[in-house]
């Protein structure tokens, strides 16, 4: 549950507000010839994409796969079509349909008409299934590009600099040479030694 509370106390309250009254007023310019028969619609449809695109800044901070997975269902749940209930003609979210079924205890209308809503969510998750297939082999494919560009800038810097040996065999070249060094600096004490003593 920390990870809530980090949510509510990152999200920039304030500027989603101002955001907020910006939207309201720049509707409201929107819609001022708008029928009156088709404000409904055009008010649902921007209370939708509002929720959407709020909820993605949200999303962006859950874990990777609950973020995506959660904005699928609320897009489902938003968006999914159905029938109007008096007029079965009429387009109307399948969630309308799905709570007037459950306040007056329709179990089968319910399940009726929740079906459109899972029908979508199901394509939705499929889709974004794909969607991370190709981008994480893309993304495998670009690290390994980058790899191998890493290797030949290393291997074209050795040639260039003449630098043929592996960082190995230089370190052990140095550790023979301050061995050899010490073997020296000893027998020179020693020789100095002889010489003192003669």
């Known amino acids: 549950m920390d990870w809530l509370k980090n949510i509510v106390h990152s999200l920039p309250l304030e500027a989603i507000s101002d955001i907020l009254g910006e939207i309201t007023i720049w509707w409201g310019q929107l819609v001022k010839d708008v029928p009156p028969a088709d404000l409904p619609m055009y008010a649902y449809l921007g209370g939708v994409i509002i929720v959407l695109v709020l909820w993605l800044l949200v999303a ?35 969630s309308i349909g799905v709570v007037y079924a459950i306040m ?4 089968t209308g319910a399940i009726t008409s929740m079906l459109p809503i899972l029908v979508v969510l199901v394509v939705g998750l499929f889709v974004g299934f794909i969607w991370q297939l190709i981008r994480g082999a893309f993304e495998s494919s670009l690290d390994k590009a980058r790899s191998r560009t890493a290797e030949d800038t290393q291997a074209t810097m050795q040639l260039t600099t003449g630098n043929y040996l592996t960082e190995g065999a230089i370190v052990t070249e140095q550790s023979d040479t301050n061995v ?3 073997k020296d600096s000893t027998l020179n004490k020693k020789t100095d030694s002889d010489m003192s003593d003669k």
């Open 104 to 107: 007056m205890k329709d179990t």
């Open 180 to 182: 050899n060094l010490e």
């Open 60 to 94: 962006r901070m859950l874990p990777r796969p609950l973020g995506g997975m959660s904005w699928m269902m609320l897009f489902a749940v938003l968006l999914a079509p159905g029938t109007a209930i008096g007029d079965p003609s009429v387009i109307a979210p399948a």
